[in-house]
């Protein structure tokens, strides 16, 4: 995606809704507790960031946009490490209220080994006073000309009353701008007259009667949704199915999820709410804004705990979809991680290996042989040099680098990465290839590395090769002509 998100740096949003602190202690498991079946955890260590309504704050502010809240909170510590932190990005807080009378919402989540033990909340979901209400529609209503887009942030602790949602969706209709709510509980008709609401797929099913179970069933809830709350459009989130997006009149809109390791859900919603808010205060159409939440959610899973998006980290991932064939090539590391998770989802590897120099027909049918023997097809490509050592002086005719390009435009092809010969038993040890595919110039007997395939519970399929045809065959026409 040819994008530039320097343009949210002009825009200006006001987020109100719930917020909290998200506390970490981190610390290691190495024994079960004498005193019950749990495990203990040795505490190391403790961080603080922002959770609920001030993570999608944290959010736009990584962006760069200009960010104003109105929210309450209370009068303790908790509260006083949420204006600090908004100090700390510059955040116009004249739109919170702080009631001695009201806890500031605290999650204490303990991680060890990377993952979440144990989570204890600290709070209060009773509604907030009326004069806090008049308060924040009051602000809203004399600042609202000045703000591009209005995030509404509802985690169900007492904030956003629909008598309050009411008045702020109503102030905001009557100026024309875009309101955009991430929504909670079971009945979404208090988000009426919202331009956008972002469930995700449990939500949504849950608020629609629907139970979700297919494609079908998911645009049969979206679109129930759109009809009885109403409401403009409605972006559902699927987790690593991706999201759609159904926009009265139109035909609904499949955005497929990035694959990415996913250690923590945390706060993925947040950034849905963030990134898509800040790009409609941009003036970018739904759709476009909601593709960049999806690549920007995809990113935020794979970190542990509650993390905003990086402006630097979100422009690279913009511009690697922009140059989308390279982006299929791995390194061992992030390809063994990416297949751990693909297999618990019970998805069948499928491997070829070779040096792929000079990509004929005779390549392309047999890779999308390959490819339908299984779920995930992965070319593992010689490097330079040890196609110099297969095939002589001279080879390869194209390089390493343009010959992944090549391989990773094709639809048959998942994954590509690039390894030495003499290190192809390891990445068959490490990789774990379900199948290990050759073409029928070889037997199951002669092609290396079946052993190892075999000994790992995986098994060798032979591709037959009907066309007489070789990038050798092709070089040494060239040659001759």
Request: proline share 4%.
């Amino acid at each position: 995606m040819n994008f530039d998100i320097s343009i949210f740096e002009r825009c200006k949003i006001i987020v109100i809704g719930d917020l909290m602190i998200d506390e970490y202690l981190w610390g290691t498991i190495d024994r079960i507790s004498p005193e019950a079946p749990v495990p203990v955890v040795s505490a190391e260590r403790a961080t603080y960031t922002l959770g609920g309504a001030g993570n999608v704050i944290k959010n736009l502010a990584s962006l760069g946009a200009q960010v104003s809240v109105a929210s309450v909170i209370g009068t303790g510590t908790n509260a006083d490490i949420l204006l600090k932190n908004f100090a700390d990005m510059k955040v116009d807080v004249s739109g919170l209220i702080r009631d001695p009378n009201r806890p500031t919402t605290k999650k204490t989540r303990i991680i060890a080994a990377n993952q979440q033990v144990l989570r204890i909340d600290r709070e209060t979901t009773r509604p907030i006073p009326e004069r806090a209400v008049s308060h924040i529609c009051n602000f809203l209503e004399k600042h609202i000309p000045e703000y591009h887009a209005i995030l509404l942030s509802d985690y169900g602790k007492g904030l956003l009353s629909p008598d309050l949602l009411k008045r702020l969706i109503n102030i905001t209709n009557s100026y024309n701008k875009p309101v955009i709510v991430d929504p909670k509980g079971l009945d979404f008709r208090k988000y009426s007259g919202a331009s956008i609401i972002t469930p995700n797929k449990k939500e949504a099913s849950l608020a629609a009667g629907i139970e979700i179970k297919d494609t079908d069933s998911l645009i049969a809830a979206g679109e129930k949704l759109l009809a009885n709350i109403p409401v403009e459009n409605v972006l559902i989130t699927c987790g690593k199915n991706g999201m759609v997006l159904l926009e009265g009149g139109n035909q609904p809109y499949m955005i497929p999820a990035k694959a990415r390791q996913v250690f923590d859900v945390s706060g993925a919603g947040d950034t849905v709410l963030a990134v898509l808010g800040v790009a409609v205060a941009a003036g970018l159409p739904l759709a476009e804004g909601a593709t960049l939440a999806n690549i920007a959610a995809g990113i935020v899973v794979g970190k542990v705990g509650t993390a905003p998006i990086e402006k630097e980290e979100f422009q690279e991932a913009l511009n690697i979809a922009e140059k989308r064939p390279i982006s299929k090539l791995k390194d061992l590391a992030t390809l063994t991680s990416l297949l751990n998770n693909l297999k618990a989802d019970g998805k069948t590897i499928v491997l070829t290996n070779g040096c792929f120099d000079l990509l004929h027909a005779g390549h392309i049918r047999f890779l999308a042989k390959a490819k339908d023997m299984g779920d995930v097809l992965i070319v593992a490509l010689d490097t330079d040099e040890s196609v110099r050592s297969l095939k002589g002086q001279g080879r390869p005719i194209l390089g390493e680098k343009e010959r992944v390009q090549i391989i990773s435009a094709l639809d048959s092809v998942d994954y590509v990465t690039v390894f030495s010969s003499d290190k192809l038993f390891d990445l068959l040890a490490t990789l774990r290839p379900d199948i290990l595919t050759k073409g029928s110039n070889y037997t199951n007997e002669t092609v290396l590395g079946h052993e190892i395939v075999e000994q790992l519970g995986g098994r060798v399929e032979i591709v037959p090769i009907t066309e007489g045809i070789s990038s050798s065959q092709i070089i040494n026409q060239i040659k001759n002509r």
